[in-house]
T-cell receptor, first 115, second 113 residues
Framework: AQKITQTQPGMFVQEKEAVTLDCTYD???????LFWYKQPSSGEMIFLIY??????QNATEGRYSLNFQKARKSANLVISASQLGDSAMYFC????????????FGTGTRLQVFP | GAGVSQSPSNKVTEKGKDVELRCDPI?????LYWYRQRLGQGLEFLIY????????KSGLPSDRFSAERTGESVSTLTIQRTQQEDSAVYLC???????????FGPGTRLTVT
């Protein structure tokens, strides 16, 4: 079974609008972490935001916030006030504590921001 | 400070040749990871080093793949007898410890002809 599922291969959003990128996960480990990375066309992976499984509040980093719904096993990324530079691939990833802490990645969502 | 660096940035090799890819992690980062990203796909875990512990090699796809790391410094990923299906971008990442976020290098694009 897929550990990380990103069901949106591509998304479009108009500049200055908000957009939500979906991510669901599957784990039986009570201690895990969820990450979002951005990969622009240059190829480098850029860390955006982290949510721990025991964190009580949703993580926020500037224009990025993580809508963490533990019971539904979802960790959607919300980007507010989209900018043209936000156009990139976005990957959701999970780290399981009892799985040597490696990151398991989803297949990604390509976000395109248009003027 | 300097980020994770990888070399070469691009490598074209003939099928059957061996290649070595290098990763310089961020200074002080004890954890180092190698991932592979095939065209249009997500990242696949290959191998993980943490300090002086035995590496986690569970993601290596075949015995043609191996990696070494000297202490908490440079790591090399070696692919022997390359095959066309090895063509991909190989990404290295490091972190202060496994519980922290991983910082990625720019990757090495490997093309096997």
């Amino acid at each position: 079974a897929q550990k990380i599922t990103q069901t949106q291969p591509g998304m479009f959003v108009q500049e200055k609008e908000a957009v939500t990128l979906d991510c669901t996960y599957d784990t039986s480990d009570p201690s895990y972490g969820l990450f979002w990375y951005k990969q622009p066309s240059s190829g480098e992976m850029i860390f955006l935001i982290y949510q721990g499984s025991y964190d009580q509040q949703n993580a926020t980093e500037g224009r990025y916030s993580l809508n963490f719904q533990k019971a539904r096993k979802s960790a959607n990324l919300v980007i507010s006030a989209s900018q043209l530079g936000d156009s990139a691939m976005y990957f959701c990833a999970m780290r399981e504590r009892d799985n040597t802490d490696k990151l398991i990645f989803g297949t990604g969502t390509r976000l395109q921001v248009f003027p | 400070g300097a980020g994770v660096s990888q070399s070469p940035s691009n490598k074209v090799t003939e099928k059957g040749k061996d290649v070595e890819l290098r990763c310089d992690p961020i200074s002080g980062h004890t954890a180092l990871y190698w991932y592979r990203q095939r065209l249009g796909q997500g990242l696949e875990f290959l191998i993980y080093f943490q300090g002086n512990s035995a590496p986690d090699k569970s993601g290596l796809p075949s015995d043609r793949f191996s990696a070494e790391r000297t202490g908490e410094s440079v790591s090399t990923l070696t692919i022997q007898r390359t095959q066309q299906e090895d063509s991909a971008v190989y990404l290295c990442a490091s972190s202060l410890s496994p519980v922290y976020e991983q910082y990625f290098g720019p990757g090495t694009r490997l093309t096997v002809t």
